[in-house]
């Protein structure tokens, strides 16, 4: 009984791990959005608090104060507020175009700094818009907007090509390593900004305002540099390795075949000066608007052709554009200072010699399924 | 009349029971409250006419009552024991010495089912207050002769038979001696049933959780006899204590071996998994819910925040308050006649389900979480074991309303350090996990099939073989 007394003095001894709190004291923040407006920042916070009534929805705020410092606007959104703001749920973050052309580094350290913040979220950068507006358009199929644009993210980016995972820990982890630089996924708002925030929203069976993800921002080191194309945002994502299902249209006659990969591997063979991509990707066919003869084994030798030239000419474009704005999203210097720390060292800029690196890709793929259907039916009613 | 008689008689307080008779030279006296009137005038009356001298009157008893227990007796003292056992005593004029003759009547209920633990599968019969059938109902399971009942009479007004039944070449002489001797300890009053005397088999280690096993099922006791256990009958009380016991054994069920060996393997693991849940819920509730609420996952938090929104209490005091109520309304339960069980179900279900959510007094959540902790702790169908875990259980809680996950760890950290120090005769309580022990795992949370436990537990007998080749 006396060991007991002790070892409960113990606890009340451990105060670091004082923080009772009720989960009603707390406005749980979903979401995070940053806008960068004329030396200060606006940060808007998206509140989620669960339904009263069983069949209510969940309620949703959006409350947005500026501040010379993120850390500023975040309390002085406290001012309004009869909880204590809660951000160890944050799901996403969206920066305003603005915001992320200034640089994110402000953000990025407070959120590293906070014991509070779980760092498990997503980064992204808001196209054409206040980065606010996107936390407050309600969708019906999430109840809330930082949900619907997570699992947004979450979702495509294993079925797409063109979205990738940039997690903030993935984020974080380009800025701090040797000769690589961060990209993230864009969102954009299609439709009626003011009527896509309406409770009568979600009842709707057209959306009169929905967000969408876009194409990719390529960063140098904490700064957006410039936005690439959906044909250089599936290329780039190619030579990252990052790409579940990839689908490549290819003119077949008048019409497109569609192939998709099914299975996807990149090797990358690392030199001073030269760059060896190796892909070898298996696909299957998911779609064809022609009449071709499938079962002849020189057309589907010619169409992995076909699909290893798309391949190779989406690869092209997302290099060129890497190296015309001059950053390496794709992690080669970072490959090379691996290999070679000592040579890497001597290099004072990579991201300047980085547009003179060779990078050689090769593109095997393979067409290993037809799907459900082993002819097309243009070659069935001839 | 014999003046004895009259002895007994003033020494009992002329108490309304008492019957005395004079037959010629012989005065018998019986009380009629524990004797049977047609076993004394038909055996009694007719075989004692005319006789004066006392070998005599033995022999012709002798002769003519077969079924009865005969004893002759000198101490006027140990009248008083056989009379209330519902024996008849015979004085002849002349001499100090008198007969003492068996003339009982049946005042049991007859062998029923186990209310308290039931099975699906397996013998239905329990022990019963009768001394005799219970000890029956172990004999004629375990017919071997090594299985030996030794009797003491414990209480100085109640003279309770205690019995104690092992089995000779399996049961280990120094845990028979242990019991002996603290059952030669015994100074009380009177034992009516053998929850008396457990208090006095234990050691002087404070702990909630039982150091045996209280059945009142002879299946379950056998099982544990032929493992070495040694068994305790106190007279009139269906309750039988088996001992040593582990924390293992109260997570068993005789029903286990009726079943194949897989099935009863996945009980078992059910039942470790509530043994933990009914301790570990409320307190880790009410953990995640005012301390580490980034444990929750987002969605759940925000529902569980929307639920609490309307309760005006802390987490803490509402999950007690319904705590609290479960339990009274358990114990009402017990209490209550079974007539009262249809109200107290409504009272139950409708009341403290739903009205107290929609009053705003507790949130749905904590009604999942005490439901989900009162129906694992159902699983244990002893008392004493249900009593420790809600002992547990509010210990957890209490730490847990200051320090959180730490509290948990902490009391988690302290009760297992208390189950370790746990000795019942000499036994670990944690066997066979703590110390570890391989051959008993075999049948504590893994039961393997039957043929290949062929091992009785090491840790109570040293004669560890009992089946198959060596």
Redesign the interface.
Known sequence: ?KR?LI??T???L?TG????????D?A?A?GMAIDYEDGEYEVSLLF?????KEDED?QVTVTSEKGKTIYEAIKNISLSMPKEI?I??L?VIVFSEDMAIHGITPALDYLLREP?S?QNFYLIVAKDTKAKDTLTILTPLA??PS?NITANIKITEKLQGRITNASFNNFVSKILQKGVNPITNSIIIVGNEEEGTKKEEQENSVASAYTKLDTLGLFKNDKLIGWTTMEESIGINMLLGDVNILYLNIPCGNNNMVITSTSYKVKNNIDKNKVTVNINANGMIKEVGCSVNLEDPKTIKEYEQKAEEKMKEYIDMGIEKAKSLKTDIFGYGNMIYRKYPNYFNSIKDWDEIFPNLEIDVNVEFTLAHKGSLEQTIGEFTK | MHPMVSRIKKRLGNSTDIVDRQINNITYIYLESVSSDDKVSNFLNKSITKINNFDDLLIRLENSIYNSHITTLNDLEECYYYLASGYTCLFIKGYTKYIAIETKTKLDRGITESSSEPLIRGPKDSFTENHAINIGLIRKRIKDPNLWIEETKIGRRTKTKVSVIYIKDIAQSRHIKMIKKHLSNIDIDGIIDSGYIRDYLENKQKTSFPKMISTERPDLTCQNLLNGKIVILVENSPIVLVLPATLDDFLKSSEDYYQKSINATFSRILRYIAFFVTILTPALYIALMTFNQEMIPDQLLISLAGQRSQVPFPTFVEVLIFIITFEILREADIRSPSVAGASMSIVGALVLGDAAVAAGIVSPIVIIVVAITSICELVFSDMDMANAIRQWRLIFIFSTIFTGIIGIVVAGIVLIIKLCSIESLNTPYLIPFSPLNINIIKDSIFLVPANKRTKRPDYITNNIKKAGES
Not at chain 1, 17 to 24: G, P, V
Not at chain 1, 48 to 52: C, R, W
Request: with cysteine; aromatic share 18%.
């Open positions: 009984m007991l070892a409960l113990f606890i009340l451990l791990c004082w923080n009772y709190r009720e989960l009603n707390y749980i979903t989620t608090n669960g339904s009263k969940t809660y160890s749920h799901s509070q779980h109840d809330y949900q």
